[in-house]
Nanobody, 119 residues
Framework: VQLQASGGGLVQPGGSLRLSCATS????????MDWYRQTPGKQRELVAR???????VYADSVKGRFTISRDNDKNTMYLQMNSLTPDDTAVYYC??????????????WGQGTQVTVST
């Protein structure tokens, strides 16, 4: 199972970006898919989560601005980020808790994509 994150870049404050996380490999079941972010010297923090049933969870700092979604046909998860501020600058990682053979339930991580919000 592999995750490929993309869509990061440089954007001005108030702008938007859409991150994508494409999954590949034989996945039998998915418990949850998430976006995390990390800045230098800080712990990785949860940004948004989408669970098996489709329910979502957001960090307070991004509620109302970010939207997590997934396209099961394309095996891809998205993070639409609007009204970006410099505080959103970070490396964004996608995460997947999934069942595959022979590993069973396992946590998979993408390689990270840099988001920079600056003038």
């Amino acid at each position: 199972v592999q995750l490929q994150a993309s869509g990061g870049g440089l954007v001005q404050p108030g702008g938007s970006l859409r991150l994508s996380c494409a999954t590949s490999g034989s996945i039998f079941d998915i418990n949850e898919m998430d976006w995390y972010r990390q800045t230098p010297g800080k712990q990785r923090e949860l940004v948004a989560r989408i669970r098996r049933g489709g329910s979502t969870v957001y960090a307070d700092s991004v509620k109302g601005r970010f939207t997590i979604s997934r396209d099961n046909d394309k095996n891809t998860m998205y993070l639409q980020m609007n009204s970006l501020t410099p505080d959103d600058t970070a490396v964004y990682y996608c995460h997947l808790n999934a069942y595959s053979v022979p590993r069973g339930w396992f946590d998979y991580w993408g390689q990270g994509t840099q988001v920079t919000v600056s003038t």
